[in-house]
């Protein structure tokens, strides 16, 4: 139609076909196409550049050329062209040959992309898929993109994708990048939504969101950053892996199974919280350290596992996460110091290991409506509380072989300058010192403390506990004062009902021994 008016308009149906559009040499600069299907369109050697192209219904083949671009953008702005791509079906096949870019161009495509996108970059394009996206494929990168889908099957970019988003309606199953991303958002909503698999060979920085299961999120040698949150009741995650650092703060709606970490979980600076409101099977950052704190809404079922971390005065660790379970946590296995809180809510702690370093002072382990099946510390102090409201059943401080660690308590005779065989720590945590106070810790519990056994050390100025009885407490080494003065009678043995035997090799210097007292 060449005349529009009151009388005559332009019903924007298009019921011509071109089959093949093909340029062999130049742009296609300029032009509006308007058409019901097309088969190819071929630009051999030259750009797709500030067109409107309209296909009311399907591209059964190929749209191609060097690059698609908007040179419009340099000039005045009565000279400033739309470049658009709309596809009212579905889209086969485009392609940037000659390692071409796309750039500038919004396409839109209201069925699917049954074939492939591919091109070198993806620069400031806008793609809209109301379907399904095939495949996806990049020989570089994806820069400042925005790409919207109902689905994509397979990304796979061989560099970069940076401050970019993907907004997808239903699955991504295989998102792949060569290199890193960098300050992107993933978001993948709706009933069906989920992604079974995101990887970047290097650093993972991006806000990740699904109201489905999430597969694997993996960084193989780098870190993973941002956020990662699934926001309904199928929101499970398998697996969190990166071969460095994890400083993702987490909301998982459901389980999760593995977080691991080849250095560190969380950032010092912002330490952050990772949140998992089912269960929790494993933890591991045996290679390094927990900074975030842990919340576990049901239980952990498998353990969390923390590595070495250095210690001195000259290099003070950073503060531990705290552990907080509301269901049962299984194990706590932890190499080096710690000071984070430790708790069960319900449920009640199998086991806390900790290896060549000590419980330290304001930190603790605590079952609420629950037990503890044993905190086992092997050459190093126990500084910080423990309680239970039902039964701890073991308690044991094992010492070093040179003597230096082993103690219940702060050990006035040891210093926190004077060094080890362990490079790792000294005698005694940074800042920690005996004072004319009660430095000890308090071990307690709600019903009874079957046994608490210090294989070489003393136990000094601590308050044990039990409402019920104690079974045994063993000591081959003293338990006294710290000598800085203070009050007398600093160490308190107690239970509600019986203590049944005490066996002290050493000293008892300032020891209240008390039966039958209700608290």
């Given at each position: 139609?060449?005349w529009?008016g009151?009388?005559?308009?332009?019903?924007?149906i298009?019921?011509?076909?071109?089959r093949?559009?093909?340029?062999n040499?130049?742009?296609?600069?300029?032009s509006?196409v308007a058409?019901s299907?097309?088969?190819?369109?071929?630009l051999?050697n030259?750009?797709?550049?500030?067109?409107?192209m309209?296909?009311?219904?399907d591209?059964t083949?190929?749209?191609?050329?060097?690059?698609?671009?908007?040179?419009?953008l340099?000039?005045e702005?009565?000279?400033?062209r739309?470049?658009?791509?709309t596809?009212?079906?579905?889209?086969?096949?485009?392609?940037?040959t000659?390692?071409?870019t796309l750039s500038?161009?919004?396409?839109?495509?209201l069925?699917?992309?049954e074939g492939?996108?591919?091109?070198?970059?993806?620069?400031?394009?806008?793609l809209?898929?109301?379907n399904?996206?095939?495949?996806l494929?990049?020989?570089e990168?994806?820069?400042a993109s925005s790409?919207?889908?109902?689905?994509l099957?397979?990304?796979?970019?061989?560099?970069t994708?940076q401050?970019?988003?993907?907004?997808v309606?239903?699955?991504?199953?295989n998102?792949?990048?060569q290199?890193?991303?960098?300050?992107?958002?993933?978001?993948v909503t709706?009933?069906?939504g989920?992604?079974?698999?995101?990887?970047?060979?290097n650093?993972?920085?991006?806000d990740?969101?699904?109201s489905?299961r999430?597969?694997?999120?993996?960084?193989?040698?780098g870190?993973?950053?941002?956020s990662?949150?699934?926001?309904?009741?199928?929101?499970?995650?398998?697996?969190?892996?990166?071969?460095?650092?994890?400083?993702?703060t987490?909301?998982?709606?459901g389980?999760?199974?593995?977080?691991?970490?080849?250095?560190?979980i969380?950032?010092?600076?912002?330490?952050?919280?990772?949140?998992?409101?089912?269960?929790?099977?494993?933890?591991?950052?045996s290679?390094?350290?927990?900074?975030?704190?842990?919340?576990?809404?049901?239980?952990v079922?498998?353990?969390?596992?923390?590595?070495?971390?250095?210690?001195?005065?000259?290099d003070?660790k950073?503060?531990?996460?705290d552990?907080?379970?509301?269901?049962?946590?299984?194990?706590?296995?932890?190499?080096g110091?710690?000071?984070?809180?430790?708790?069960?809510?319900?449920g009640g702690?199998?086991?806390?290991?900790?290896v060549?370093?000590?419980?330290?002072?304001g930190?603790?382990?605590?079952a609420?409506?629950?037990?503890?099946?044993?905190?086992?510390?092997?050459?190093?102090?126990?500084?910080?509380d423990?309680?239970?409201?039902?039964?701890?059943?073991?308690?044991?401080?094992?010492?070093s072989?040179?003597?230096s660690?082993?103690?219940?308590?702060?050990?006035?005779?040891?210093s926190?300058?004077?060094?080890?065989?362990?490079?790792a720590?000294?005698?005694?945590?940074?800042?920690?010192?005996?004072?004319?106070?009660?430095?000890?810790p308090?071990?307690?519990?709600?019903r009874a403390?079957?046994?608490?056994?210090?294989?070489g050390?003393?136990?000094?100025e601590?308050?044990i506990?039990?409402?019920?009885?104690?079974?045994t407490?063993?000591?081959?080494?003293a338990?006294?004062?710290?000598?800085?003065?203070?009050?007398?009678?600093?160490?308190?043995?107690?239970?509600?009902?019986?203590?049944q035997?005490?066996?002290?090799?050493?000293?008892?210097?300032?020891?209240?021994?008390?039966?039958?007292?209700?608290?």
């Amino acid at each position: 139609q060449f005349w529009t008016g009151f009388a005559y308009f332009n019903d924007n149906i298009f019921r011509g076909e071109i089959r093949e559009l093909s340029v062999n040499v130049g742009d296609m600069f300029g032009s509006v196409v308007a058409i019901s299907d097309l088969d190819n369109l071929t630009l051999s050697n030259g750009f797709y550049d500030a067109n409107d192209m309209s296909i009311l219904g399907d591209v059964t083949g190929t749209i191609s050329a060097n690059g698609f671009r908007n040179s419009t953008l340099d000039g005045e702005q009565l000279e400033f062209r739309i470049n658009r791509i709309t596809v009212g079906q579905d889209l086969e096949r485009l392609t940037a040959t000659q390692n071409g870019t796309l750039s500038d161009i919004s396409i839109s495509v209201l069925g699917d992309i049954e074939g492939s996108l591919t091109a070198a970059n993806l620069v400031r394009t806008e793609l809209q898929v109301a379907n399904t996206i095939r495949s996806l494929v990049t020989s570089e990168s994806i820069l400042a993109s925005s790409i919207t889908a109902g689905q994509l099957v397979a990304v796979n970019v061989s560099d970069t994708v940076q401050l970019s988003s993907f907004a997808v309606a239903g699955p991504i199953q295989n998102f792949t990048v060569q290199n890193e991303i960098i300050r992107s958002q993933i978001a993948v909503t709706g009933p069906d939504g989920r992604i079974d698999r995101l990887t970047a060979t290097n650093d993972l920085d991006a806000d990740i969101s699904s109201s489905g299961r999430i597969g694997t999120i993996s960084s193989q040698n780098g870190s993973i950053s941002g956020s990662i949150v699934t926001t309904t009741d199928r929101g499970d995650v398998n697996m969190i892996t990166a071969a460095v650092d994890i400083a993702s703060t987490t909301d998982i709606a459901g389980d999760l199974n593995m977080i691991e970490a080849g250095r560190n979980i969380g950032d010092a600076g912002d330490p952050g919280v990772v949140l998992v409101r089912g269960n929790l099977t494993e933890l591991d950052v045996s290679g390094g350290r927990l900074i975030s704190d842990l919340r576990v809404g049901g239980a952990v079922t498998q353990g969390v596992t923390i590595g070495a971390v250095v210690n001195l005065p000259t290099d003070p660790k950073d503060a531990d996460g705290d552990i907080t379970v509301f269901g049962r946590l299984s194990s706590v296995d932890i190499i080096g110091d710690f000071d984070g809180i430790i708790t069960s809510e319900s449920g009640g702690i199998g086991q806390v290991n900790i290896v060549n370093g000590s419980r330290l002072a304001g930190g603790a382990v605590i079952a609420n409506d629950g037990g503890i099946g044993s905190v086992t510390i092997l050459s190093g102090h126990l500084l910080g509380d423990i309680y239970a409201d039902q039964t701890i059943n073991l308690v044991s401080v094992q010492s070093s072989a040179d003597g230096s660690f082993g103690d219940i308590g702060v050990n006035e005779q040891l210093s926190s300058g004077t060094t080890t065989t362990d490079n790792a720590r000294n005698q005694l945590p940074p800042g920690v010192t005996a004072t004319a106070g009660i430095d000890g810790p308090t071990i307690a519990s709600g019903r009874a403390i079957n046994s608490i056994i210090v294989s070489g050390g003393d136990i000094i100025e601590a308050t044990i506990y039990a409402r019920t009885f104690i079974g045994t407490i063993a000591v081959n080494g003293a338990v006294r004062t710290n000598a800085q003065g203070g009050t007398d009678e600093t160490t308190i043995i107690a239970a509600g009902d019986l203590i049944q035997e005490v066996f002290i090799s050493g000293a008892a210097d300032d020891v209240l021994f008390l039966a039958g007292v209700a608290s």
